[in-house]
């Protein structure tokens, strides 16, 4: 048997109805099965230029209606709570070269928690080049820091200082 919500005031309707009995909206349009009291509520988007058998873009968020899974965004670009592509914009996700959100895992990373292989930019980073509150690398920019070379504000280490100072002074 399906579950529906009333969207406005959570009604639990356990039979189709044009009305919620509670509110008095009319639910013709926006009943959404649930199980479990989680909504099944969610949105998906695939181009259809493909890439090495990947869709260029692939936006997907929620979860899916009929199973009840997590959609997962994955395409030479992923845009979702969860991504894996070369590009990926998500809250969790894996990117081949580049990587945005919040906990990131790729060659470049730039996210609350990210996991750098070359550059790691983040409240918590790691890579080569790592920059972040907290942060683990070779070339290491942080509040806190460990690696090689760290300019942080207990260590100055004189090749770090040069290192990043070079690079900050070309954005003048």
């Known amino acids: 048997m399906k579950v529906f919500n009333c969207p406005e005031c959570g009604y639990a309707l356990y039979e189709p109805s044009q009305q919620c009995p509670c509110c008095g909206k009319n639910l013709e349009k926006t009943r959404e099965p649930i ?8 949105f998906e988007w695939r181009s259809r230029t493909t890439l090495m058998g990947w869709p260029l873009i692939h936006v997907a968020f929620g979860r899916n209606q009929n199973t009840g899974k997590l959609r997962v965004a994955k395409g030479i670009i ?15 996700g894996i990117g081949f070269v580049f990587g945005f959100g919040q906990f990131i895992a790729s060659l470049i990373a730039i996210s609350q928690f990210s996991l750098g292989i070359y550059l790691g930019l983040g409240q918590f980073a790691t890579g080569y080049i790592a920059i972040g509150q907290i942060a683990f690398g070779i070339y290491v920019l942080a509040q806190v820091g460990y690696g090689k070379y760290v300019w942080s504000t207990i260590i100055k280490h004189p090749e770090a200082i040069r290192f990043f100072g070079s690079r ?5």
């Open 78 to 92: 992923a845009i979702g709570q969860f991504g894996f592509g070369y590009i990926t914009f998500a809250q969790f």
């Open 35 to 42: 199980r479990g009291g989680i909504y099944y509520r969610g």
């Open 168 to 172: 900050l002074s070309k954005l003048h």
